[in-house]
């Protein structure tokens, strides 16, 4: 059975503070995305990473830095976490292209005060 | 940019009715994903098209590549059914996800 999971389903940090966030796969996809969820707003990117240490800026990235050093691990940090980043955090796994089916974790509810 | 609309946004009927959710997108796609997310977050998916139609129990999506819009119907809707189902639009640069329809099957 593939699997995404998450370090945490929820998380209180205070502003300032550095947050990391992981997510590990073991279904060997080569592509990994970091979303975020809002009432409202739907399902947004902050990035995506295609392979071991490459990666790239989606539609949010601002505020929100990732590392992938080995290819079933890609991690979410916010720097200096603040309370605008506030949300339900969302990674997911695909393989090949793109556009190809995702799996998802069971997501992070971040709570930042 | 792809531009994903869904409606309804809200959706309320009784066990037994059949259901219908639409998705519109702006440009043209390799591939249309429906996908379910149930309270507490997890979000699975359940259809991949790019052509014609695919049905898996009670679900049926369809996608019509010309008029670039897409529909989950659901038949003999169960409590069970009720959850958030969202569309997503997939091209070169990943998926483009609508806001969701939020689905509520009463007893």
Not at chain 2, 6 to 35: D, K, M, R
Request: proline share 3%.
């Amino acid at each position: 059975d593939v699997k995404v999971t998450q370090s945490s389903r929820y998380l209180v940090k205070r502003t300032g503070e550095k947050v990391f966030l992981e997510c590990v796969q073991d279904m060997d996809h080569e592509n990994m995305f970091w979303y975020r969820q809002d009432p409202g707003l739907g399902l947004r990117l902050i990035y995506f990473s295609y392979d071991v240490k490459m990666k790239e800026k989606g539609d949010i990235p601002e505020g929100y830095s990732v590392s992938r050093e080995k290819k079933e691990r890609f991690s979410l940090i916010l720097e200096s976490a603040s309370t605008n980043q506030t949300s339900m955090y969302l990674c997911a796994s695909s393989q090949l292209v793109r556009y190809n089916e995702q799996f998802f974790g069971p997501g992070t509810r971040l709570t930042v005060l | 940019k792809n531009e994903v609309e869904q409606s309804p946004q809200n959706l309320t009927a009784q066990e037994g009715e059949f259901i219908t959710i639409n998705c519109s997108y702006s440009v043209g796609i390799s591939a249309l994903h429906w996908l379910q997310q149930h309270p507490g977050g997890g979000i699975v998916s359940l259809f991949m098209l790019s052509s014609g139609k695919k049905k898996h129990g009670r679900l049926i999506a369809t996608i019509n590549i010309q008029e670039k819009h897409s529909s989950l119907h659901i038949t003999a809707s169960h409590p069970r059914d009720s959850a958030v189902y969202i569309c997503a639009a997939g091209g070169a640069d990943g998926l483009t996800f609508g806001k969701g329809t939020h689905l509520i099957i009463q007893p």
